[in-house]
């Protein structure tokens, strides 16, 4: 009997709180006046800039004209402005899903396979390079967490006090500027697109990366430039390859 009414009395307590708690008028307070309490101080972190390519998409969304068309972000979108999902992508995720995967964590380096198959990509089955194991490669997550990564690398290997100069074509992702500006480095651009010819400024390029400082860093876009389009043929790659290649050696 006293076990049976302590826990009535516990009970009826616990009762008693929870109909408390319903009936409390909850306070909705700014997150300013949160901050200004909070021994962190969060009311001095400032508003981050909206995105340009973003805030396209955005304005996109608001627009009530059965004739608007989203110039934001890049991605296939059908007739009716909705997500086109290719053909590949689909056969690649039912692949996925039919073998069963275990999700377990990958290496530290990430999946050894993929890495294989998108150096081969990148430069050939036949590459002398890749065979000879003098290309390092990791697995990311996206092309600015793979630029994250590189940052971070620089940073923490490049010997001496003074970092390359970061050097980024004009234009070029307005991320691309934050992740290294981060990590500590100096950015600065060379010319990569003539807006009069709405194409490669190959001129200026090449005049930019044989004047660039001794030991910097020149991030290329591989393919389908952000945000141009604009990508250099099989010629002025060769071209522009012969560039660096000279300031490496010289």
């Not at 009535?8 to 309490?37: D, E, G, M, N, T």
């Not at 955005?58 to 608007?68: G, L, M, R, S, V």
Request: neutral net charge; proline residues 5%.
């Amino acid at each position: 009997f006293h076990h049976t009414a302590m826990f009535a009395r516990r009970l009826q307590k616990l009762v008693s709180s929870s109909a408390a708690v319903a009936s409390r008028r909850w306070q909705v307070r700014p997150f300013s006046a949160v901050a200004s309490s909070s021994r962190f101080a969060w009311g001095n972190v400032e508003q981050a800039p909206k995105d340009v390519i973003f805030g396209v998409s955005e304005a996109y969304n608001k627009d009530t004209d059965e004739q608007k068309v989203n110039l934001g972000v890049g991605a296939y979108r059908d007739d009716d402005g909705k997500p086109v999902v290719l053909d590949c992508v689909q056969t690649a995720s039912e692949r996925i899903v039919q073998k069963r995967m275990n999700n377990e964590y990958l290496p530290m380096q990430g999946l050894d396979s993929f890495i294989t198959k998108a150096l081969e990509l990148a430069y050939g089955p036949e590459s002398p390079l890749a065979a000879a194991k003098q290309i390092a490669a990791v697995q990311s997550l996206s092309g600015t967490g793979a630029l994250r990564l590189l940052a971070e690398f620089l940073q923490r290997w490049v010997p001496g006090d003074a970092k390359p100069v970061l050097m980024l074509p004009n234009p070029t992702w307005g991320n691309h500027f934050k992740v290294f500006r981060d990590a500590g480095f100096e950015t600065t651009t060379y010319r990569y697109y003539n807006k009069d010819t709405k194409g490669l400024d190959l001129e200026g390029m090449l005049s930019d990366i044989k004047a660039v400082p001794n030991e910097s860093v020149v991030l290329l876009h591989a393919v389908a430039h952000n945000p141009t389009g604009v990508d250099p043929t099989q010629d002025q790659w060769k071209a522009i390859a012969d560039a660096l290649a000279e300031r490496v050696t010289s």
